[in-house]
Structure formats: structure tokens, C-alpha cells
């Protein structure tokens, strides 16, 4: 079985009073998180997760000399062997290249195109990702029979935080402007992501709403929607799942403080937030709600995350926009990423669904 990612995973630290875990692991977690937690998900955390180092003990530059050994479960190379997969250069802003994967569907299946498309942004709490750690996942949603194209944002901390939405945003208008190289229709684009790629992706939508580009989705799954990695004390946070789960098996508050060191430096802080909009930093301090596209949001019932992504979610809906909102029981933060729950098929197949029907695709016989 494939290591659990140190991108976005990272277990919690021995309760108090315990000096060694024990063999099953158990310890590792709170007791009271323990009942709700998925018993698939507490095998492989006492088979797998609990016999590693905790990640957010792992220095980045280890992670960056051995990316291969931090990379999450579903991490697959698909640079070379794989049918109708094509890598492509974007220019960010600043001139930077930005490296993006495009997977494109059957056409046996959904005929030849142009195809809807929709750009993925992958976990990794800005710090960790690369154009392997969503593969599988991107090889999934293209059943949709949509293109998918993965982004390689550029991370922190050898680049600044925000340069990660500069390129997020000059791929989706990459994608638009070049529909004729890749083969897509630039009226049918959808956007989303996983973790901090759920908050690129829900920034990119009121960008796209202000730049008056009209997308059919934003499908956003265990979203920050706060600056909660420039959080000092996690009881900083307004919300109940971010104190429940401080010290769950996956996402930890340790675990948020390593990115955000990297991400957020206290002597870089006031610099960074200089830089960009204070909703930039936490998507749910936007002020405009309005005319916002239709939005698919995904949370876990065991990850700190939880709450601050279904209020994002409150906030459209306040605002006029359709949202369908489905929290996954019995699942910590990167759920989706373990093959062994039946919570990442299932969210697999929520993924096809959702996109077909946002994009209208319809399979054609040829």
C-alpha cells in the first residue's frame, strides 16, 4: 500500500500522560474522535499512518529532496503511458511557467470534441503537490466525458503565498484562450480542487464573476475558507470542527502550523497581506455574494475544515447562488485520497456526476 501523503496528512501527537503509543496506534487519536472515525479509515491509520513519522515533523527539505516519498496514496505518473494525455507550459503574470496536465475523455464514448473542460487544483496546503498527486483522481473525472486539466501552481515558501492564485487564474484564462489546441468549448469550463485547491478554486470564482467569465461549476472539496494558517492558537478559530478535531488523525493543528510557517511567516505576515485582498486570504470575507456560479462543496465529518467550508457554502446561498453541499461521514481531511474507503468511490462518482450534469454531457454512440 502507498504511504499516506505527508501533503496534507500528518497525525496527531500522543495525548497527555502517553509516552509511547501503543501498538494499535489508538493513542495517537482523541478519544472522543475515535467512535466517529470510519473503521476502514482507523485500520489503515494503525496499519499505515501510525507507524510513520508525523509529518509535520518531516523538515521541507526532505520532502523536496524525496517528493516521491511524500506523495499522497492516489499519486500516479502519468507523464508517459497513458492515452490522451498532454502536457502544456502556462506564463503566469509575473513571466513564471507554470506546468499543467490536460486528460482528455473517450472519444469512442463523447465523440470528438470540443469538450467541456474543467481545471483541477490540487492539495497541499500551498506548500506540497505536483502534477502527480491528483492523477488518478484527474484520470476519474475525465468519465465525466469533460477534459480535465491539472495545475501545477507554483508553492510556498520558495515562492511568496498569492502567487498560487496568479497562476491558478492565468490557467483558466490559458484554457479559454487556447480551446483550439486543446479541443475544448470555452463557454463549458468548471473549476475546482482539493484542500488549498479548494481555496484557490473558490477565489477564482468571484474573480471570474468580476472579469465577467461565466463557468458552469466551482465543485470545491474540504475548503478553507479562512486565513486560518496565519493563526497563531487554533482557538483563534470561530468554529466548533476546528477545535473538535485539533488534534484528529489527519490535519492537526501542528500539521496546519507547518504550512503555515511556510506560507505565513509571522515576519512576512503584514507584508503578504499588503500584497493581495484580505478575501484572497480568507475567501469567506468577500463582500459581494452576488451572481456567483453554481458550486458543489464537499466536506468530512472528522476534519477540522468542516465547519468553515459548509458556512462558505451558507454565504452563497445567502447571496442567490444554487449550492448543493454534501459532508461525507466517518471521514477525516483527505479521505477522497484513500483507496481503501468506500467514501473516496462513492466521492469519485459524486465527482462524474456532478460534472456531467453541470456541463450537460450527454455519452454519444459513434
Known sequence: MSNLDST???????????????????DLIEDHI??????????????????????????????RANPQDHRPPCALDTSSGYDRVADYVVSSQDGASIDVRAYHPDPAKFGP??????????????????????????????????????????????TIWGKCIQDAWAALNWVRDSHTTININPTSVS?????????????????????????????????PSTDALSYQYYTQSPFPSFHEFHRGPVLPWKRMKYFG????????????????????????????WKGLCDTYIRTAECDPLRDEGEAYANKLIAGGTKVTVKRYIGCPHTFMYLAVLKQKHEYDRDAIEALRIAHGVQPVTI
Not at 488549498?196 to 465543485?219: E, F, N, P, W, Y
Open 113 to 158: 470534441g470540443p469538450y467541456p473542460v474543467h481545471l483541477n487544483f490540487h492539495g497541499g496546503g500551498f506548500v506540497l503537490g505536483d502534477l502527480h498527486s491528483e492523477a488518478s483522481l484527474c484520470l476519474s473525472m475525465r468519465e465525466a466525458g469533460v477534459v480535465v486539466v491539472d495545475v501545477n501552481y507554483r508553492h510556498c515558501p520558495e
Open 261 to 288: 510557517k511556510h506560507c505565513f511567516p509571522q515576519d512576512k505576515l503584514a507584508e503578504i497581506k499588503k500584497l493581495w485582498p484580505d478575501w484572497w486570504l480568507a475567501p469567506i470575507r468577500a463582500s459581494n
Open 8 to 26: 496534507l496528512a500528518g497525525h496527531a501527537v500522543p495525548k497527555a500522560g502517553a509516552s509511547q503509543p501503543t501498538n494499535d496506534g489508538l
Open 191 to 223: 473549476i475546482g480542487g482539493i484542500s488549498a485547491g479548494a481555496h484557490i478554486s473558490i477565489v477564482l470564482q468571484h474573480m471570474a464573476r468580476d472579469a465577467g467569465i461565466t463557468l458552469k461549476l466551482c465543485m470545491a472539496s474540504v475548503p
Open 34 to 63: 475515535i467512535p466517529k472515525l470510519d473503521s476502514d479509515f482507523l485500520d489503515y491509520f494503525t496499519n499505515v499512518v501510525a507507524k510513520k513519522p508525523p509529518a509535520h515533523e518531516i523538515p521541507i527539505e526532505i520532502v
